[in-house]
């Protein structure tokens, strides 16, 4: 892990710290600097990610059984993550969950959960958390896509998910016309598939279709880790994009430009 203090002094809320990406996030940005406070609905994962931090001399708090669905929750929490080191630089919507299956049969409830857990969460993140940065100066909003929201794929019935990263997407080119007057910068990281705790068992032993259609037509020959989105994270958060707003950075290996 590369560290060079580019987040020195920054604080950074990132919400689902206690599994996948969100643990690789939370160390990288305690490694270059930053103070950060976590969240997750995994109270287990969030406490471990402390606790791996911690030992590692990483300044972070993380709070678990946060459920950022529902927007009280949201909220509260933003509210309490600010109190901690008393400010907010970043905001790094991370966290996410859904459900796939073919239109047919995706339920009402299955697409309801969906929006849920991946787009309202959002908009109940930065909702919360937008008069803190108005009241801070401004800062860097980093939602997090998916390429799923650019193109339709043979391999996953994606329905709901891709119509949620998409107002992902959508509500952050808003959030950087309205945010440009208080130095509030709003972006996008979009991942290809990447590899995390969650998806490793597959990439291992990948069926034969996803091999085709997916791992063999990626330009850079490989699928992600977890740092190569977090790079894109960190940049974003850093003074570095100080003039950068209104981005989609897709980190994909280069698979979405052959569609
Ligand atoms: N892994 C990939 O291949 C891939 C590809 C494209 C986009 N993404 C996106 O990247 C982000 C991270 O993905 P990941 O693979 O690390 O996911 P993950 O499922 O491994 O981790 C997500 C974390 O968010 C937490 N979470 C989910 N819903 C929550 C809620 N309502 N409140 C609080 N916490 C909640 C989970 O408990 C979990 O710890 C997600 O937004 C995901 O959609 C991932």
Request: hydrophobic fraction near 45%; include cysteine; aromatic fraction near 6%.
């Amino acid at each position: 892990m590369s560290a060079h203090g580019r987040l020195d002094g920054k604080i950074a809320l990132i919400t689902g710290i206690g599994g996948g990406m969100g643990v690789a996030a939370a160390r990288r940005f305690c490694a270059e600097g930053a103070r950060v406070v976590g969240c997750d609905l995994n109270s287990e994962g969030a406490a471990a990610t402390e606790e791996l931090i911690r030992a590692e001399g990483g300044e972070i708090t993380t709070m678990g059984g946060v459920d950022l669905g529902d927007a009280e929750a949201a909220r509260a929490w933003v509210d309490d993550a600010v109190a901690v080191y008393d400010g907010v630089d970043v905001l790094y919507n991370n966290a996410s969950t859904q459900r796939f299956a073919p239109l047919e049969e995706l339920s009402v409830a299955d697409w309801d959960f969906t929006m849920r857990n991946e787009l309202n969460l959002v908009f109940y993140t930065v909702k919360a958390a937008w008069p803190h940065l108005k009241t801070y100066g401004g800062g860097s909003i980093i939602n997090v896509g998916s390429i799923a929201a650019l193109r339709g794929v043979e391999f996953m019935a994606q329905n709901a998910h891709s119509t949620a990263k998409g107002g992902v997407i959508s509500l952050t080119l808003q959030l950087v016309v309205e945010g440009g007057p208080h130095g509030i910068r709003a972006n996008v990281i979009s991942p290809g598939l990447t590899e995390t705790p969650n998806t490793a068992p597959m990439l291992a032993d990948p069926p034969e279709r996803m091999r085709r259609v997916v791992l063999d037509r990626i330009p850079l020959g490989r699928h992600g880790q977890a740092e190569d989105i977090v790079n894109a994270a960190v940049f974003l958060a850093s003074d570095e994009s100080s003039w950068i707003s209104g981005t989609n950075i897709v980190i994909d290996g280069g698979a979405s430009v052959l569609g």
